[in-house]
């Protein structure tokens, strides 16, 4: 039973550190510019920019901004927990 609660103690504590990392300056410009990456995507597709010649440029253009606009939403909400998982796969 200890082991657990060490390990709790230490996925909190590793959340914490995390989240004061998200807090410092460089990191707020960081996710800043996260959202205006993904803003930028959305706009592409609110005017018509993704629209290829053929049905399936425009399917993939689009798929392409999709699945950029998923990563970057996946990073913005990033949890200590998650990047440890996405290390631990590595």
Do not use: C, P, Y
């Not at 990392?21 to 018509?48: C, I, N, P």
């Amino acid at each position: 039973m200890v082991e657990i609660v060490d390990r709790e103690k230490a996925d909190r504590l590793r959340e914490e550190r995390f989240q004061a990392w998200k807090t410092q300056e460089v990191s707020q410009e960081f996710f800043q510019l996260l959202h205006l990456w993904r803003q930028d995507l959305m706009e592409q597709w609110a005017m018509g920019s993704l629209q290829g010649d053929a049905i399936e440029s425009t399917a993939l253009a689009t798929s392409n901004a999709l699945g950029r606009v998923t990563m970057l939403n996946d990073l913005v909400g990033m949890t200590g927990k998650d990047l440890e998982e996405g290390l631990k796969d590595e």
